[in-house]
């Protein structure tokens, strides 16, 4: 079964001449381009990209992203592979600026996840929308084949568009934001050369120090003769009477490693139709194990995984009491540990879709 996606962009219109200084508008020209996954680097799958880390363009090979690559392990591109699930924090709002996102309980750079009212659950590759998320053009995402149908997410407002799921991306803290505003009406990172070679009057960096500090504030500077405020609350610019659109995005971060091609339609692997939610323990080596009953072992449980799925439904916030070789434990939902009543020692549990 394919699983395809369909991102939404604003679209990078040329510019007319460098330097010069138009206002936008929320009547920019917007097109919708069908894409097998990300948007990979032309100049990365070509000669080179001089950006290199900078670049907000996937380097990644465009046909290994199609799952095409005739060369595969030997290729000198890099090539994207599969990422595994976990479960993640509590949720938070997601509609507006925001300095920090919740940490993550596995170590991950970033982890996103949907919620339709029984807790919230990974997405699996979601490198796929974390590398759409940082292009500052791509307004959103739609994600077909899923358990609930064709998902579009809209990455300006953090929202599932006319459907009743809750959509997050949760950061280690560590992550490098990248400020931009639109001139000539394409995104432009502060901060980059202008066509003469200078430096602009800001650099992104300074944006986020001051945006980190208060999400709510804005941050002011000097262009030459005009003062220039970027009003966070807003996502705008304002110099005199012209405004601009502003967004952020963090800077793509290839966090996955390993071998092997993936292909287009396990993209969401976890999220096709027919998925079901899966509830483990991590073991001492760091392994993950789905609960069952192993009678006669010194494992023995009292509850399977999906005993624990239904009372987790009656309420995600609950807590449950299960036994384990007769020493009791307690499975708390809200913090996904559980707990050896005798000992106080702990383990992470998740729930997964599989």
């Avoid at 739609?142 to 459907?163: E, H, L, Q, W």
Wanted: charged letters at 30%; one cysteine or more.
């Amino acid at each position: 079964m394919a699983a395809a996606y369909q991102s939404s962009e604003e679209s990078p219109l040329e510019s007319g001449s460098d330097g010069v200084d138009e206002s936008d508008s929320d009547s920019d020209v917007e097109s919708d381009s069908q894409l097998a996954g990300t948007e990979p680097c032309k100049y990365y799958n070509g000669r080179g990209c001089k950006d290199g880390e900078r670049c907000s363009y996937l380097h990644a090979c465009k046909y290994a992203l199609k799952g095409s690559c005739r060369h595969g392990s030997k290729c000198k591109l890099y090539h994207p592979t599969a990422e595994r699930e976990s479960f993640g924090a509590r949720n938070r709002a997601a509609d507006r600026p925001r300095a920090s996102d919740p940490k993550l309980t596995d170590g991950r750079c970033y982890q996103w996840q949907l919620n339709d009212g029984n807790g919230w659950l990974d997405v699996c590759n979601d490198h796929v929308l974390e590398a759409q998320y940082s292009l500052p053009h791509t307004k959103s995402i739609k994600i077909y084949n899923t358990a609930y149908g064709a998902v579009s997410i809209d990455f300006n407002r953090m929202k599932v568009i006319r459907k009743s799921l809750r959509v997050r991306r949760l950061d280690d803290g560590k992550a490098v934001w990248i400020w931009y505003c639109t001139l000539s009406r394409k995104w432009i990172k502060y901060g980059n050369k202008d066509s003469k070679g200078n430096p602009g009057p800001v650099k992104s960096s300074d944006i986020e120090t001051k945006f980190q500090s208060n999400p709510t504030s804005s941050y002011t500077y000097t262009a030459g003769a005009e003062t220039v405020e970027i009003k966070f609350r807003e996502m705008r610019q304002v110099t005199g009477k012209r405004k601009r659109k502003v967004t952020r995005r963090p800077l793509y971060q290839q966090q996955l490693a390993g071998t092997g091609l993936p292909q287009v339609a396990s993209v969401l692997q976890s999220l096709l139709l027919g998925a079901r939610p899966q509830w483990q323990f991590e073991g001492d080596s760091g392994a993950w194990h789905e609960f069952k009953h192993r009678s006669g072992t010194s494992t023995e449980c009292s509850v399977t995984s999906d005993e624990i799925e239904r009372k987790y439904k009656q309420n995600p916030n609950d807590s449950m009491i299960f036994k384990v070789h007769g020493l009791s434990y307690k499975l708390d939902f809200k913090a996904m540990i559980q707990t050896n009543l005798k000992t106080n020692n702990t383990r992470k549990i998740k729930r997964v879709l599989v």
